[in-house]
């Protein structure tokens, strides 16, 4: 009978210090910010009056890529949060691509504290921008959408105030969090069962270790796709949490 | 799930054993449960952007973007229910 | 770091790994299996990517975006300034060549203009001459016709003359009477007009 051990979750996801207090989770991140920087600065060397090509090529297709992101979603006075966009897509995709690089093969993402630490930017950059554009319009607007009864008025606002103000940041890092965990942990599972399978004592179940071995490509593949979409989702939604606390500035103004 | 509790009662050998067999349980149910609803209402955004995408091709990057949106929303009740079942089971 | 204590007691020598070190030292060498729920972020993590994604967004706040967007922001008016430039060759070179066609196409009516001149002009000439030649013409084929009369006169009196001869010598013989010179040259005139009028 096949002895499958599945290890416990801490085992898959916790790393041994390098250097106190330095975990592979840090050595991923500094190494976003390393390789973003270097990327960048090696595109803005680039001779700007010829095609781009290469480097300067990529770095231009994401900036393009994150102003139209921005611009269907905040729209064009929104163009001013490009660099922080990109920094949080750029550094998220960093952050999640080496879940499904080799001898890496762990997203960064996948423990809580880079999406908590990125929502909680969010959350405070959409505020202020609320805050800034409609004062203190901002949270009772926010509290109590136009057209409530009065007697509805405490129960609307618990909801809203629970939702726009708790739920939300909290979403947003659960949201990222759990997309690469659950990806991580699909990797795991399936990378244990064909070594069990291949590696285990009976004869007839090894050929059965292809089985898994397949279903391990096809999530590597469906992981770059994961990889990609979560700093995407991430980068949209704050565009949209920061154009919703803009935006309904000028519905709030039509209203008067 | 009271007959699988009922055989676990028979079989585990201590009450944290018990315990923990309970809280694997639960998991277990609480991810599926919560996989149902968010996988229902995907798949109805996905299909409705698809046909949006087929009437108005031309839209189809508004719609492209729409959709993810709605999805992201949509699977944050799954990934809630994700976090339930690592918090109960592991 | 697997250190040993060895201790000789007697004849045996006897060799203790220290256990607790090597313990220790194994345990660490793992990934770390107690420890804080998953879903709970570990301070030390929470640092140091905070740490990180700080610096990336300054960084790219200050230095990298700018530069970046800088370039391609030049590239574009430079490429929206050889379109108005390509714009402005165009309209000029499609004004140098309606101010040429113009200058053909006066050319052109001048030219024109010059043809229809001489035409005219040899048309006048020709009408003038045929007029001299259709007056000398028709001076000639009067006096001819007027000779041509002369003669016919000429000849009418002559036969007039010879008819009233030959008149008054028939009448002379058959009634032995001489006529009246007037009588017979009044019966000739009026039967040769009777003859002509015939």
């Not at chain 1, 060397?45 to 770095?59: K, M």
């Not at chain 1, 136009?146 to 708790?166: T, Y």
């Not at chain 2, 149902?36 to 508004?62: D, F, L, N, S, T």
Request: negative net charge; aromatic residues 8%; proline residues 4%.
């Amino acid at each position: 009978m096949l002895g499958l051990e599945f290890p416990v979750i801490n085992e898959v996801v916790r790393w041994v210090d390098l250097f106190p207090t330095f975990n592979k989770i840090a050595l991923i991140a500094c190494e976003a910010t390393l390789i973003g920087t270097v990327v960048f600065l090696v595109a803005g060397a680039a001779d700007w009056r010829v095609a781009p090509t290469g480097i300067r090529n990529l770095a231009e297709i994401v900036v393009e890529f994150i102003e139209g992101l921005i611009l269907e979603t905040i729209g064009p006075n929104g163009l001013k949060w490009t660099p922080h966009m990109l920094s949080f897509f750029i550094f998220i995709y960093l952050c999640n691509v080496p879940g499904i690089i080799p001898v890496v093969y762990m997203p960064a993402t996948a423990r809580m504290a880079i999406p908590l630490f990125l929502a909680i930017i969010v959350w405070v950059i959409y505020n202020a921008v609320g805050i800034k554009h409609q004062k203190a319009g901002y949270f009772t607007h926010m509290l109590w959408p136009p057209g409530v009864p009065v007697f509805m008025k405490p129960l609307v606002g618990l909801i809203e105030f629970v939702s726009n103000i708790l739920l939300r940041p909290f979403a947003l890092a659960i949201r990222l969090f759990a997309n690469m965990l659950a990806g991580h942990m699909l990797l795991v599972t399936f990378a244990i069962l064909t070594e069990e399978l291949v590696q285990g004592d009976s004869v007839l179940l090894k050929p059965l270790g292809i089985l898994p071995f397949f279903m391990l490509l096809f999530i590597t593949a469906f992981e770059v796709l994961v990889g990609f979409l979560q700093a995407y989702i991430f980068t949209i939604l704050a565009c949209v949490f920061i154009g919703a606390s803009m935006a309904s500035h000028e519905e709030h103004a039509e209203a008067h | 799930m009271d007959a699988l509790v009922g055989m676990l009662a028979q079989t585990a050998t201590s009450a944290a054993d018990l315990k923990a067999a309970n809280a694997a349980i639960g998991a277990g149910f609480a991810y599926g449960l919560a996989a149902i609803g968010p996988g229902i209402g995907i798949g109805y955004v996905a299909g409705k952007a698809i046909e949006a995408m087929a009437r108005q091709p031309e839209a189809a990057g508004m719609v492209r973007t729409t959709m993810f949106l709605g999805i992201a929303f949509t699977e944050a009740l799954a990934l809630i229910g994700f976090v339930v079942f690592i918090l109960l089971g592991l | 770091m697997l250190s040993a204590v060895a201790t000789q007691t007697g004849r045996s020598i006897q060799i203790e790994f220290d256990h607790f070190a090597a313990e220790a030292e194994s345990h660490s060498e793992v990934e770390p299996k107690d420890g804080p729920s998953p879903i709970v972020p570990e301070i030390k993590e929470l640092a140091w990517s905070a740490g990180a994604f700080i610096v990336f967004a300054v960084l790219m706040r200050f230095v990298l975006y700018p530069r970046l967007k800088q370039g391609m922001a030049a590239r574009y008016s430079s490429i929206r300034d050889g379109h108005a430039n390509a714009d402005a060759i165009r309209a000029a070179a499609k004004a140098d060549v309606a101010s040429y066609e113009a200058q053909v196409a006066s050319v052109k009516a001048e030219a024109n203009a010059r043809i229809e001149a001489a035409r005219r002009t040899l048309e006048e000439e020709r009408e003038v001459r045929l007029a001299e030649a259709n007056a000398r013409i028709a001076a000639r084929r009067e006096s001819a016709r007027a000779d041509a009369e002369a003669v016919r006169s000429a000849g009418l009196s002559e036969l007039e003359s010879a008819a009233g001869d030959v008149t008054e010598r028939l009448v002379e013989l058959s009634t032995g009477l001489r006529p009246t010179e007037s009588v017979v040259s009044e019966a000739v005139s009026a039967s040769m007009l009777e003859g002509a009028g015939r």
